[in-house]
């Protein structure tokens, strides 16, 4: 296996591998669930938290699992995960579990984390695995934030609506930015989700393009480039 | 020395190693289930009391209004077999009873209603508990989307009058919302219903959770 560098995890992990806006993996939750920034961090740092602890257990048993029985085994490791998980929030953020609802379950279905189990963690170390893990989920889950807050403000007119959820009794980190609750319905349902996530994967495109040809021009006029990728 | 035994019976192996991280599996969710439990408990336990507290004059309550429950059978006024009724206790005296019917006409579905119906047979307040109405049309029933549940607390059947528990489109005093006239139409009539099934048990409503009372209101089932 080619020695990975950590920091071409870093940016494969956030930008050029980002897992919901280049592999295109994890759809269903990413619809689902950012109807508000607060949600949709939610269940991001749950599918993070999941996804460390997948790619953890993975690698280090990856020298006794055969190769026949790999994918069982680890949708076994990421279900356990994903039940301990769930029980966790149900603990202790129980309105946000239920406001989730089947959409924590539903993570045991997320392709990120049996993709990222099947094409790293199994042939990688676990103190690589563990980073891997740490940047896919963190890639994935700002992905989830921006199109939660997306949503939120142009649907609702608010920011952080129910931060009470996450951050515990009073705090009311509500930021109503206009109107009285009432923004543009499109963007609270499915629909509006794909045409947000479809912007925002064409947002990402036209900045790789406008770098490139910058790359381009600099390397034509033999200015020396800086560091690819 | 011969073949090692993950080369002979390579199946074999695989199966038991399977069950092996099968059982860790299981083991993990055992032991975070034991270790969370009692909270997860306490919090569903909160939440429904939180649930309750905004129906009824809280601060003269003083029975645990979650364990003070009985169930009772009432499909035609409460919209299914079962339903939790909770009583509001100040000391010995009544204060109120809640009950939890279920809206069996919603437009997307069954919803699940806390109707609070005071001592005199007023309203404390009615709440949506879920619901799959429409976003934007239907799930105006929610607190949280507009006040028009809010508008329940102090009516009874007298405030309107039988006849005037409608939508205003079907000739009585309720609003409807626009574009959604299903969804309040269904919850008017259910609390309706909650309410003329709380006239007719009267006082048996308040009757111990083992008494002949609540025994006989919970039907044949029991």
Not at chain 1, 203 to 221: C, E, S, V
Request: proline share 5%; hydrophobic share 50%; aromatic share 6%.
């Amino acid at each position: 296996m080619a020695e990975v560098s950590y920091g071409k995890i870093v940016r494969d992990g956030l930008w050029h591998n980002n897992q919901a806006l280049v592999a295109l993996l994890g759809l269903c939750p990413l619809l689902a669930v950012t109807n508000t920034a607060i949600n949709a961090l939610g269940l991001g740092l749950a599918t993070l938290s999941v996804l460390l602890l997948s790619n953890v257990t993975v690698s280090l048993i990856r020298n006794w699992v055969r190769p026949e029985i790999r994918l069982p085994v680890f949708v076994v490791v990421i279900a356990a995960f994903v039940t301990a998980v769930e029980l966790v929030m149900k603990a202790y953020f129980h309105e946000l579990h239920k406001v989730l609802g089947i959409f924590i379950a539903l993570i045991v279905t997320n392709c990120v984390i049996i993709g990222r189990a099947e094409a790293f963690a199994s042939r990688h170390g676990p103190a690589l695995a563990l980073f891997d893990g740490l940047m896919m989920g963190a890639g994935f889950a700002l992905v989830l934030l921006v199109l939660g807050a997306i949503r939120e403000l142009v649907g609702q007119g608010t920011l952080l609506a129910g931060a009470h959820m996450m951050f515990g009794g009073d705090a009311d980190l509500t930021i109503r930015v206009f109107g009285d609750g009432d923004g543009f319905l499109l963007a609270l349902l499915p629909p509006g989700a794909f045409i947000a996530l479809g912007l925002l994967v064409a947002g990402k495109n036209l900045i790789d393009r406008r770098q490139a040809a910058a790359a381009a021009a600099a390397r034509a006029a033999g200015v020396p480039v800086g560091q690819p990728g | 020395m011969a073949r090692p035994l993950t080369a002979k019976f390579p199946i074999a192996v695989a199966g038991l190693l399977l069950g092996l991280f099968s059982v860790a599996g299981a083991g993990l969710v055992a032991v975070t289930h034991v270790a969370t439990k009692d909270r997860i408990a306490h919090n569903e336990r909160q939440a429904l009391l939180d649930r309750l507290a905004v129906l009824v004059p809280a601060q003269q309550v003083t029975n645990d209004m979650a364990t003070d429950r009985i169930q009772v059978s009432d499909p035609d006024r409460l919209g299914s077999d079962r339903t939790t009724v909770y009583r509001a206790r100040a000391g010995d005296a009544p204060v109120a009873v809640i009950l939890s019917p279920v809206v069996p006409d919603g437009y997307a579905g069954p919803m699940n209603l806390l109707v609070a119906v005071l001592r005199d047979g007023s309203l404390g307040g009615v709440r949506v508990v879920s619901h799959h109405e429409t976003p934007g049309l239907g799930d105006k029933i929610e607190e949280a989307k507009s006040d028009w549940i809010l508008g329940f607390a102090g009516k009874s059947l007298d405030n309107p009058s039988p006849a005037g528990w409608k939508v205003k489109r079907d000739g009585g005093e309720f609003d409807q919302f626009t574009g959604a006239t299903v969804t309040p139409r269904a919850v008017v009539k259910a609390v309706k219903n909650a309410l003329l099934y709380a006239r007719e048990k009267g006082e048996a409503l308040y009757a111990p959770a083992d008494s002949v009372q609540a025994r006989a209101l919970g039907g044949s089932t029991g």
